[in-house]
T-cell receptor, first 111, second 114 residues
Framework: DAKTTQPPSMDCAEGRAANLPCNHS???????VYWYRQIHSQGPQYIIH???NNETNEMASLIITEDRKSSTLILPHATLRDTAVYYC????????????FGAGTILRVKS | ETGVTQSPTHLIKTRGQQVTLRCSSQ?????VSWYQQALGQGPQFIFQ???????GRGNFPPRFSGLQFPNYSSELNVNALELDDSALYLC?????????????FGPGTRLTVL
């Protein structure tokens, strides 16, 4: 699985958009980009995933650059409950469901 | 709520003891994965079970073993506990072994080894 690089921490004002970057410059053509988050002392929660097109669901939007070497997770209107560790993971589908977690980004949403 | 449950919530053991952690997967899911999360770190993959057989293992010693039952629930067993085994143990279930599908995590079992 390709390695990902994320900033260790970010702050965001409540009600504003939170943009979380992720670099995955060694991503292969068959690898998807997944985002999970983990609120303190809970299990990780799936947010969104994509291959090369931008994706949006009720939680977030995922923007993947054309060369697929980086992506951005966007929480359009961050709330205090979005404070969590956000993990960007790259995974090839045919290799099973193993997820390789890095250190992630600690997002602090402040009022 | 993901529909994945784990028991117990917390557990305290001493070095050298054995422990069994349990996981009930979400309805319709046939694959269960186990992860260990030490304090301040991301989860680390232990192993995965698909249709009652181990399918993939991370860098963990043989004293970490598991089972999956016909109803797809699963157990994680750890023998000869060491202090470094203190961690949050997470299980995750998914609809199938591979493919474009997400994993749903349980709340975890917090194991403390004294």
């Amino acid at each position: 699985d390709a390695k990902t690089t994320q900033p260790p921490s970010m702050d965001c004002a409540e009600g504003r958009a939170a943009n979380l970057p992720c670099n995955h410059s060694t991503i292969s053509g068959n690898e998807y980009v997944y985002w999970y988050r983990q609120i303190h002392s809970q299990g990780p929660q799936y947010i969104i995933h994509g291959l090369k097109n931008n994706e949006t669901n009720e939680m977030a939007s995922l923007i993947i650059t054309e060369d697929r070497k980086s992506s951005t997770l966007i929480l359009p209107h961050a709330t205090l409950r979005d404070t969590a560790v956000y993990y960007c993971i790259v995974r090839a589908m045919e290799y099973g469901n193993k997820l390789v977690f890095g250190a992630g980004t600690i997002l602090r949403v402040k009022s | 709520e993901t529909g994945v449950t784990q028991s117990p919530t917390h557990l305290i053991k001493t070095r050298g003891q054995q422990v069994t952690l349990r996981c009930s997967s979400q309805s319709g899911h046939n694959t269960v994965s186990w992860y260990q999360q030490a304090l301040g770190q991301g989860p680390q993959f232990i192993f995965q079970y698909y249709r009652e057989e181990e399918n993939g293992r991370g860098n963990f010693p043989p004293r970490f073993s598991g089972l999956q039952f016909p109803n797809y629930s699963s157990e994680l067993n750890v023998n000869a506990l060491e202090l470094d085994d203190s961690a949050l143990y997470l299980c995750a279930s998914s609809r199938r072994l591979a493919g474009d599908n997400e994993q749903f995590f349980g709340p975890g079992t917090r194991l403390t080894v004294l």
